[in-house]
Structure formats: structure tokens, C-alpha cells
């Protein structure tokens, strides 16, 4: 619950408050107007109290986030050696340090040989095939690279 009070959550619940105050404000002046012939009025008086919950919809979420999300421990992290047989299979290690530099992924191999289906009678279709034929033999490639 002390989560819940810290200068931030203070402002946040302040802030959910006064829009609700407000946007109810805005539903009893709409309803005036309504009363005075406004038809729009109607509309926007069913409006701003749908909003206001919504708000409140919003903060309730947030509210009940915060206080099922496990403590932040006080123990520094645990760190693991890198294992040099997971590194050449591509596997991520266990980072700790948040400032390291998001791990590279790695292409996806695959050694089926690229096959072309007989084109004969469209040019343009066996091109494009064997364009595709290129792409998938290099992984790593940018489109822009391909020599045809």
C-alpha cells in the first residue's frame, strides 16, 4: 500500500480526481443546455460521465498492478558465466547489466536446397522465383545486394 503513496501515485490519484470532478462538471452543464433546447446536449450528457468511468476504469487497473507486482528486491543480481557451446548455438545469455546491448539475432539456416518450380511460360514469375531462390540461399542479405 506504500506503493500506492509516493509523490508520483499522489499526483496520479490527484490528477484521476479532479478530471473526474471535472468531466462530471461538464455532464451537469451539458444537461442544462440540454434543458434549454440543445438537442446536441443530450448526446455529450451521456457522454462525459462515460468517460469519467472510464477514467476511473483506468486508474482501478493501474492501481491493482502496482499492488500485485512483486516488490523490487534490495539484493544485487545474480551473475551467471556465459556458456561458450549456448553462444555458438545462438541461445541469449542472462544479462544483468541494463545498459548491455540488446542481443543480435541470429538468421535462421535452413539446408533444403531452393527448388523452382518450371516457369516456362511467365518470364517475369521465373525471375521473381529465382529471386526468392536467392533470398532464402542468403539469409543475411539485404534485397538491395541481390546481382539479378
Not at 446536441?40 to 500485485?68: D, H, K, M, N
Amino acid at each position: 500500500m506504500k506503493r500506492l503513496l509516493t509523490p508520483g501515485w499522489l499526483v496520479v490519484h490527484a490528477l484521476t480526481l479532479l478530471a473526474v470532478v471535472a468531466m462530471l462538471g461538464l455532464a451537469v452543464w451539458q444537461y442544462s443546455r440540454a434543458q434549454g433546447g440543445n438537442t446536441i446536449s443530450w448526446g455529450y450528457l451521456f457522454q462525459w460521465p462515460a468517460f469519467a468511468a472510464f477514467t476511473v476504469f483506468v486508474w482501478w487497473r493501474e492501481v491493482r498492478r502496482v499492488l500485485r507486482a512483486e516488490p523490487e528486491s534490495v539484493e544485487p543480481p545474480v551473475r551467471v558465466a556465459p556458456d561458450p557451446a549456448a553462444d555458438r548455438m545462438g541461445a541469449v545469455r542472462a544479462r544483468t547489466d541494463a545498459s548491455a546491448p540488446a542481443p543480435r539475432r541470429q538468421p535462421v539456416v535452413t539446408r533444403r536446397p531452393a527448388t523452382i518450380p518450371a516457369d516456362d511460360d511467365d518470364p517475369q514469375l521465373a525471375a521473381y522465383n529465382r529471386y526468392l531462390a536467392w533470398l532464402r540461399e542468403n539469409p543475411g542479405a539485404r534485397p538491395s545486394d541481390y546481382p539479378g
